[in-house]
């Protein structure tokens, strides 16, 4: 169990650092699903299988066909990966490398000085029920605030696509027509 | 862990051969089935009644040559249709066909032939993408926009089933329809599910992503030789995965009176589902791009949450009583 954890683990920290160093787009968020899955995989191997499921569900099945639609519509071309490559200059690396560094090796000196906890196969199991209960029970208050964000959204998203119809195909404008007569009545 | 025993291995390799099998037979029933329904003969020189016309379609997919466009993204189009047959292949791993015969008796089932299922849409959208051709992404846009939006209910129109039967287990809930079949109670569950899942596999009434008439084929119209072979492939893997996905959670699964064995009614019920698939596509005109979403999201949606609240609250009460 405790292989499967590393082999997922390292899977994950590679997918990520090659979706940062794509050029290509559509490539880095292929990339970004396969990272998305080792991590579902690490949940997996925690005891965690419903986490896991959502992870798939939401992540890798949603959200990221969401990400891949909108760039879709961008039409990326060739000379578009060109200019990508001509932005980011190697050099540019370096600060946040340095930065993340010392992030590393502060997360590395924390584990080291911190009693290792059981291992992971030893970790207690996480159901569905247990999600709901905590969701429902201790942080309740989270899982509202999150539904009013993610209402603002919605509500934000009928805003701007909310617009009267400027260009009306020759098939429909009977009908559209007839909407009219009936509401001026 | 399970432990690779001779018998663990033939159940794997049984329900391979068997998907594929199938997959390819559904090739000649949906031919000889359309033909029937619209009064002609069919493909009916090769072999008995045609059979052999499986067997040449398959040896003209094998020989056909493999191109792949100078335009394409090549990578990624060869990924695309491997993808499909992956995820369709990987969600029969938690179906349980009869006691005991079951690849991966998951406690998570229902929620891994869900994210597999949305795994699913990824081999639409990047084919049309990688293919670099202004119908072929057409295509694509619209079914990422059907599956996704698709999605959505077919997930939650489950739920309700999972509330009866308390457990994601898919062999705990055919265990839980001993005494009455939930297509009883769950009634607009499953007409939800059986019009999501047309949406999902992409079949006629809702074939928006291919649309022979308008964007020639959609998403694959560049794929040629075995790659389309492999959408193609896919889409029938896909029905059938759905129809065993209706029998195991609205119809009983493998239970059944006791003269045929539990397989035999598994068999039988997934099959009447395959011809409700074949009839559909004989008979239903194809919706426009706006009426399916608003559909969808408009009359689906809100009949899919009311259903799981009412579910809820009857499931709620008859263990409790509302104390």
Known sequence: ?185 | METATPNYLLIIGGVLFVMLNVAALLIWVERRGLALFQDRYGPNRAGPFGLLIVAADSIKLFFKQDWIPPFADKPVFVLAPAIVVVTVLMSFVVIPFAPGIVVADLNIGLLFFLAMSSMGAYSIILGGWASNNKYSLLGAMRGAAQMISYEVFMGLSLMGVVLMAGSFNLGDIVEAQRGLWFVVPQLVGFIIFFIAGIAETHRLPLDIPESESELIAGFHSEYSGMKFGMFFIGEYMGITLISCMMVTLFFGGWLGPDFLPPIVWFILKTGFFLIVFILLRASMPRPRYDQLMEYGWKVLLPLTLLNLVVTAGVVLWLNDGFK
């Open chain 1, 1 to 185: 169990m405790e292989l499967t954890f590393y082999i997922a683990a390292s899977v994950a920290v590679l997918a990520t650092i090659m979706v940062i160093t794509r050029y290509n787009m559509i490539h880095a968020l292929l990339y970004l699903v396969v990272s998305f899955l080792a991590v579902a995989v690490v949940f997996l191997t925690m005891g965690a299988p419903f986490m896991a499921a959502l992870e798939v569900i939401v992540y890798a099945g949603a959200i990221v066909v969401l990400i891949i639609f909108v760039i879709m519509m961008l039409s990326l071309t060739r000379e578009d990966v060109e200019q990508e490559k001509a932005w980011l200059q190697p050099k540019l690396w370096i600060g946040p490398a340095l930065l993340s560094f010392v992030l590393l090796a502060e997360l590395v000196y924390l584990l080291a000085i911190a009693d290792m906890p059981a291992t992971a196969s030893a970790a207690s199991y996480v159901d569905a029920q247990a999600v709901g209960l905590a969701l429902y029970g201790p942080y309740v208050l989270g899982v509202q605030l999150s539904g009013i964000l993610l209402m603002a959204g919605i509500v934000g998203a009928y805003h701007l696509g909310r617009q009267k119809k400027k260009v009306i195909h020759r098939f429909l404008q009977q009908e559209e027509a007839q909407k009219e007569r009936s509401a001026a009545l």
